[in-house]
């Protein structure tokens, strides 16, 4: 069974500072997808950035960024120079190759202070 | 232009009634989901149809019925609504399995409230 682990249910960062949201998982698989979505107060579900874990180098998107570990079962996320508009929650999401259900975690409340 | 849509965006009902919840995507995706948020923010998938066929059925109870009428829409009714039925669902959709991409993109929710 695919599990999803986001130890950190709130944080908080000074506007324009660097934060970075800690996520592991556990699978048998070798192949798979890892995500990052975001949810901010609109509730909108948005996807921030994804890795396929066949690829060892490290996802970005802008300011996005991420640290994937394979042996260690670990895709934090790094978002740097924070903005007021990265008020939200954030979940990690897993998905095997053959697989179309995604695991969630429980997701990180993350606040940007101004 | 809309990805992923859902109607209604807000629902209030009274305990016992029935109601459905409607989702299109125009996308061209062949798989389509349905989740349910609760109030602690946890996401539990509940239903996945790929090119109309139930292929995910969590345990969910059998008031709930996924409907897909075509591969663009797939409607969730609700029979004899409870309490604890109150919460976000979300509609979502994705290319087949093991085809390119495999991200889910999300319609913007339907917030449930049983009285």
């Not at chain 2, 239903?47 to 409907?67: D, G």
């Not at chain 2, 979300?90 to 449930?112: M, V």
Request: net charge neutral; aromatic share 12%; proline share 5%.
């Amino acid at each position: 069974a695919q599990t999803v682990t986001q130890s950190q249910p709130e944080m908080s960062v000074q506007e324009a500072e660097t934060v970075t949201l800690s996520c592991t998982y556990d699978t048998s698989e070798n192949n798979y997808y890892l995500f990052w979505y975001k949810q901010p107060p609109s509730r909108q579900m948005i996807l921030v950035i994804r890795q396929e874990a066949y690829k060892q180098q490290n996802a970005t998107e802008n300011r996005f960024s991420v640290n994937f570990q394979k042996a260690a079962k670990s895709f934090s996320l790094k978002i740097s120079d924070s903005q007021l508009g990265d008020t939200a929650m954030y979940f990690c999401a897993f998905m095997t190759i053959t697989g179309n259900q995604f695991y969630f975690g429980t997701g990180t409340s993350l606040t940007v202070i101004p | 232009d809309t990805a992923v849509s859902q109607t209604p965006k807000y629902l209030v009902t009274q305990m016992g009634n029935d109601k459905s919840i409607k989702c299109e995507q125009n996308l061209g995706h062949d798989t389509m989901y349905w989740y349910k948020q609760d109030s602690k923010k946890f996401l539990k998938i509940m239903f996945s149809y790929n090119n109309k066929e139930l292929i995910i059925n969590e345990t969910v109870p059998n008031r709930f019925s996924p409907k897909s009428p075509d591969k663009a829409h797939l409607n969730l009714h609700i029979n004899s609504l409870e309490l604890g039925d109150s919460a976000v669902y979300f509609c979502a959709s994705s290319h087949l399995p093991g085809g390119p991409g495999k991200t889910q993109y999300f319609g913007p929710g339907t917030r449930l409230l049983v009285l």
